[in-house]
Structures are given as structure tokens and as C-alpha cells.
């Protein structure tokens, strides 16, 4: 063998060592599930499940593949017809850096520390092995385009090549893009203008409808790379990330897809009010959306700017969906769909006025529920969906099961490959995510099939505040029962549950 030979070409020349360990890797995944069995069988005989890996920023339940109607997203809602809807997955921080942080290394925000959107995961974690990074180093080419870690935080040793340069500016209309360069010139002539005064000098209005073609926007362009990477790989195994940043904020979107929707049709929040009983720290400002132009930097939005916001998010939605679609479309076309696994997240959910707040930030159910939808080539269940407890943590280990690859030791998530199969099987008992606030306060909290609590805990582990919610009896969370003298028995055993933590919930399961 030639020293300079690739690597993913070496995977044809099988040695003795070689061929027992991969051996070995069948066993274990075929007493794993039989999905598993599948893939690592599969890989034996010269066929590698190729991975496409799609991240989708701010993405919240409200599509047609979790029963809402009125939304368009046809191309995941055809994903999920083959596939599986994971209709209760979390995130485990609801916010960008530190959700796919936890995403793509396994590991909890406690055990990376990263809690914010500057801090890089390997200052704490130098030697952890990413997902993309064990794909390859089992002889896979992995590659990455658009938004897969956070902004200036991406890893070198996770991709095989680096990443196709996309920029699009934010903004196609003149009079935005005007705006902005008057902005940014002022803010550049400040000597000490912050880091937050900088990056808010970038921000025109929050929207932005133009009658402009898919690719003068980002997720256009990355769509036309994603398939550009998909014809490079195709003789290879491939781990392909590609991360379409809306919905995120601006909600720019070209004029036909505004179009989709009428307007006075978009329903608006069900629950425009802070949860009765809510402890303040519970609660955000929303200051990601008033970093924008046109947005009130105090007060609540008028009616009319909360249609205008929503219909916004749905045309970027719809945007996005287009081309999550050419890129499928293209799998198609290479003959690629029956060999690859195809995963979809959105990093967590947003508010769309829900108790009177916009964007992530916090604990909440709106914030920490995201869309997880799985397809994988020999299913049994294909087009169900699983009311399992999942969290953003198993995506990991999931993807190792389904393409037959062993599980690194430092994961604190569980392959859902099994639900793929049987949807219905008993599962998780819990899940678990966690937001911060200044002062060093920690809230935890933990969604059970019935109820979420989260606790609000100080430095030295003493409780700030607390709060329970009942999903059976208010799904919205609008109405904090924690305090009320008959749920203390039921407050006491949910926070010994609590505390007992994620390694007793995974207990029992496959691979634990």
C-alpha cells in the first residue's frame, strides 16, 4: 500500500487484523438491533451506509409531518413518509453552540461546558472524537457545508476536506443592504464599540421578501454545493453535513415563498402571556429579535408585527424545505437514496409569541422541543412516528448503530436505531436539557411522559426557584403548579428522579 494513499480507497483491502475487527463490529451490532445487523453485514460485503447528515437553524415543530396543517414542507414530510418521526426529541441547551456541540460530540453541555456561542468544545474536551470525525476514522469522507458547528467554532479534525465557501449577503434589497453598510461604517469608526455592538451593526430589519431566485440567499446557495458534494463523494462512503440556516433570524426568504401563505390565515400564539406562577428567571426578553432594525427595544410587538414575523418564519421554512428537496433530489438521481441513512434536526425550537416572547433561550417546551426525523435503507417502520423520549445527545450513537460503526466509550446518549424498527417499544423515562442565567444559576429540567419539571439551581447547589408544569392537563405550559400543597409528594419524586440523572433513565435500554 502506497503511503499516500486515501484512506477511504483502502477500504477494499481487507488484512487478517483488519477483517477480525471488523468482525467484531457485526457481532456487536447485531446484538444491538437488527437494523444494526443490517448495516455492519452490509459494510462485510463491500457496502457502506453513507450518512446524510442535515442541520436545519431555529426549526420548531410546526410542520405537516407533526400534524400542522396550513404549513408547506412537502420535502420533509416526504422524508418522514419513509422514514421515522421522533414526534418527543430534545435538545439539551436551547441554543445554537452549545445544542450542537453536545449533538456532534455525545456529551452533555455539563461534561463539554459549553454554555454559550464563544467558548470551542475542545478547550475542555481536546481529545473528544466528534461524529463526523469517527466516521472518519472508519474510512469515511466526511464534508461539511452551511452551519453544522456554530460560526468561527468549526473543528478541522472532524472533515476530511474543508468546506465549500457559500456567501450570499444577508439582505438582496438595496435599501437593507444600504442600511447595513451605514451601520457597520459607524460602528467601525467606534474604538471601542463591543463585540455585541458589532455583530448588532450587521442586523437590518428582521425580514426581508424579495422577488430574487433560491440562490441569491444562503440556503439556495448551499443547496447548489450540497449537491455538488453529493456527485464528488459518490463512489465513496460519505458523511455529508449540510446545515440551511433558516428559519433563522432575519427571516429573508425570495417572494415566492411568502406567497405560499396567506396572511391573515397565519394563526398567531394560543398563549401570548408569561406561565401563571412563573418564576422570573424562567423567562427572556427576546434580545436576539430586538438586535433588529425594525423591532421595539422595549414592550411587547404589535399585532401586526407578530403576523408579519410569523408569516416570515413560515416562508423560510418553506424556503428551506425547497432545498432540503433539490439536495434529495439529487440523492435520488445518483442512485444513492437505498445506501444512505438520512438524519434531520433543528438544532431546538423557537417561540413564536408563546408566553409573549420570541426566539430560544429558555427551558421551555416551545424552546427544547425540535423536529428529529430519521430514515434508514431496510426499516420495518417505515412512514410511523415514535412518542419515545429522545434526546439531541443519541443522534450520535444512532448513526453509529445504523451504519455499523463501534460506539466511542465517552457518549451519554443511546442509539434510538431500535425505534426505527418498533416504534412502540418502551423507552426512555425522561429527557433532560438545561439553560443558564448570570449570576451562575443553572436551570435543569427534565420531560417525562407527563410532566417537565426544571429547578434553578445556585452555584452551591441550592434551589433559586422551581417549576412544574402538566402536559397532561396544560400541553402549553401555561400555568406553573409547583407550589401547590398537593404536588409536593409529586415535586419530591420528580426531583429524586431528578437527581438520580440521565445514566438510571437509559438504564435497561439497548447498548447502555
Excluded at 161 to 174: C, D, F, G, H, W
Excluded at 331 to 347: A, C, F, M, P, S
Excluded at 420 to 441: C, H, I, M, N, T
Aim: with cysteine; charged share 25%.
Amino acid at each position: 500500500m502506497m503511503a499516500n494513499e486515501p484512506v477511504t480507497n483502502r477500504s477494499n483491502r481487507i488484512t487478517r487484523r483488519g477483517f477480525l475487527g471488523r468482525a467484531a463490529v457485526v457481532t456487536m451490532t447485531a446484538l444491538a438491533s437488527p437494523l444494526g445487523a443490517a448495516a455492519a453485514a452490509a459494510e462485510g460485503a463491500g457496502r457502506r451506509r453513507n450518512v446524510l447528515f442535515i442541520a436545519v437553524d431555529d426549526l420548531r415543530n410546526e410542520l405537516g409531518c407533526y400534524g400542522v396543517k396550513g404549513i408547506h414542507s412537502p420535502n420533509m414530510d416526504r422524508l418522514a413518509a419513509g422514514g421515522t418521526t421522533l414526534d418527543r426529541a430534545y435538545c439539551q441547551q436551547a441554543v445554537c453552540s452549545p445544542s450542537r456541540t453536545s449533538l456532534l460530540t455525545g456529551c452533555r453541555p455539563d461534561t463539554t461546558k459549553v454554555y454559550d456561542l464563544v467558548t470551542h468544545f475542545r478547550k475542555n474536551l481536546p481529545d473528544v472524537v466528534t461524529l463526523p470525525q469517527h466516521f472518519k476514522s472508519h474510512g469515511y469522507f466526511t464534508r461539511s457545508v452551511g452551519k453544522i458547528y456554530h460560526p468561527g467554532l468549526d473543528d478541522k479534525l472532524s472533515w476530511s476536506e474543508p468546506a465549500p465557501r457559500v456567501n450570499r449577503p444577508t439582505y438582496s434589497l438595496e435599501e437593507n443592504r444600504a442600511l447595513v453598510a451605514r451601520k457597520t461604517t459607524a460602528v467601525a469608526g467606534k474604538e471601542f464599540a463591543t463585540p455585541s455592538a458589532r455583530s448588532n451593526a450587521t442586523k437590518g430589519p428582521a425580514y426581508e421578501c424579495a422577488d430574487v431566485p433560491d440562490n441569491a440567499y444562503s440556503d439556495g446557495a448551499i443547496a447548489d454545493a450540497a449537491m455538488e458534494m453529493l456527485r464528488q463523494a459518490k463512489e465513496k462512503p460519505f458523511f455529508l453535513a449540510v446545515g440551511f440556516l433558516k428559519p433563522h433570524l432575519p427571516f429573508v426568504a425570495p417572494k415566492k415563498y411568502w406567497d405560499l401563505y396567506r396572511r391573515d390565515e397565519i394563526p398567531m400564539a394560543p398563549n401570548p402571556f408569561a406561565p401563571k406562577d412563573a418564576p422570573k428567571i424562567a423567562l427572556t426578553d427576546w434580545g436576539e429579535l430586538r438586535a433588529y432594525e425594525d423591532i421595539p427595544r422595549l414592550g411587547p410587538l404589535t399585532d401586526e408585527q407578530a403576523r408579519t414575523l410569523k408569516h416570515g418564519y413560515y416562508a423560510c421554512v418553506s424556503y428551506m424545505d425547497a432545498q432540503l428537496g433539490r439536495v434529495l433530489a439529487e440523492l435520488d438521481r445518483l442512485g444513492l437514496r437505498e445506501q444512505t441513512v438520512i438524519v434531520l434536526w433543528g438544532d431546538h425550537g423557537w417561540k413564536l409569541g408563546e408566553h409573549g416572547a420570541w426566539c430560544k433561550h429558555t427551558n421551555f417546551e416551545n424552546d427544547t422541543h425540535a423536529p428529529l426525523i430519521c430514515r434508514a435503507p431496510g426499516q420495518k417502520a417505515a412512514g410511523c412516528h415514535t412518542q419515545a423520549l429522545v434526546e439531541f445527545v443519541d443522534i450520535y450513537p444512532s448513526l453509529c448503530e445504523l451504519a455499523g460503526l463501534p460506539l466511542p466509550s465517552h457518549l451519554e446518549g443511546t442509539s434510538f436505531a431500535p425505534l426505527l424498527d418498533a416504534p412502540e417499544r418502551p423507552w426512555k423515562k425522561a429527557a433532560f436539557s438545561q439553560y443558564p442565567r448570570g449570576g451562575g444559576v443553572m436551570g435543569y429540567s427534565m420531560r417525562t411522559e407527563r410532566y417537565r419539571l426544571t429547578r434553578w439551581l445556585n452555584r452551591d447547589g441550592t434551589e433559586a426557584a422551581h417549576e412544574l408544569y402538566d402536559h397532561q392537563n396544560d400541553p402549553q405550559e401555561n400555568v406553573n403548579v409547583a407550589d401547590r400543597p398537593e404536588n409536593r409528594v409529586l415535586v419530591e419524586e420528580l426531583t429524586q428522579q431528578m437527581q438520580a440523572g440521565w445514566k438510571t433513565i437509559r438504564a435497561g435500554l439497548p447498548g447502555a
